[in-house]
């Protein structure tokens, strides 16, 4: 797979938008009004999340991929000896994403990792691997609003999440957020983004429906919740069936 496949939607990512405007537009503004799923509801689905899976002994440790600006990162409950992996395909968003990480949580552990979720070959240079990722399994894997960024077709998506259950502990947890184009009823707001954004290679969701994502989950752990709030899939998946 090439770097230009899917990296359409990671490309609006520059250091001045994610300084600048991403906070503002994409989890105030576009959620409050667009979505209508506000980032407090899913910054308390990542805490929780993050929260339920820490483990009785040993460093916390925790996979980001697709980290925008770290925001939920700043504001999760991460203890101070935790080991934290970003992953993503612009490394824009690496940088802001760990540079936030490490000013609001002082003693947790950092690492940098450019690739690319889609990547199915695990010998690629962009591969999502265990390798690539420390060698060790983590407690928990996020993916906040990163599937609607990625091209489809939604089973494509899916696959990306089920690659992932290896690197997940028996006992830790896969989840995220993203945006349907179907099965939902988009406001004139969140419709003129949506037309917008897959237009401009920024989106690439108008396919994707809270089955064609939930049912791979349930094919590959044996624990798995959801909930559909204003346009937006927040999932969760435990247990995984190749731990």
């Not at 503002?24 to 929260?51: D, E, G, P, T």
């Not at 991929?65 to 935790?82: F, K, M, N, R």
């Not at 259950?165 to 179907?182: H, R, S, W």
């Amino acid at each position: 797979m090439t770097v230009t496949d899917t990296a359409a939607g990671a490309a609006v990512y520059s250091p001045f938008f994610l300084r600048w405007i991403y906070d503002a537009w994409v989890l105030n503004i576009s959620n409050s009004y667009a979505w209508c799923c506000l980032a407090a509801k899913q910054r308390a689905f990542y805490s929780r999340n993050l929260a339920s899976a820490r483990p009785k002994g040993g460093p916390f440790r925790l996979c980001d991929i697709g980290v925008a600006t770290g925001y939920y990162l700043e504001h999760a409950p991460i203890p101070e000896d935790s080991e934290v992996t970003v992953v993503d395909l612009n490394t824009n968003s690496l940088d802001a994403a760990a540079d936030r990480c490490v000013a609001s949580h002082p003693g947790v552990t950092t690492r940098k990792v450019h690739g690319d979720f889609l990547e199915p070959d695990a010998g690629a240079a962009l591969a999502i691997t265990l390798p690539r990722l420390g060698g060790e399994k983590f407690d928990a894997i996020s993916c906040m609003f990163l599937l609607h960024c990625v091209p489809g077709p939604p089973a494509r998506k899916a696959e990306g999440l089920q690659r992932l259950a290896p690197l997940l502990k028996e006992d830790g947890v896969l989840f995220g957020t993203t945006i349907l184009g179907k099965g939902v009823e988009h406001n004139f707001f969140g419709n003129f983004l949506m037309t917008a954004y897959n237009k401009n290679g920024s989106f690439q969701n108008w396919d994707d429906d809270a089955e064609s994502i939930v049912q791979p989950l349930r094919e590959t752990f044996a624990d798995v919740k959801f909930e559909v709030v204003g346009t937006v899939l927040l999932f969760e998946a435990r247990k995984p069936k190749t731990a």
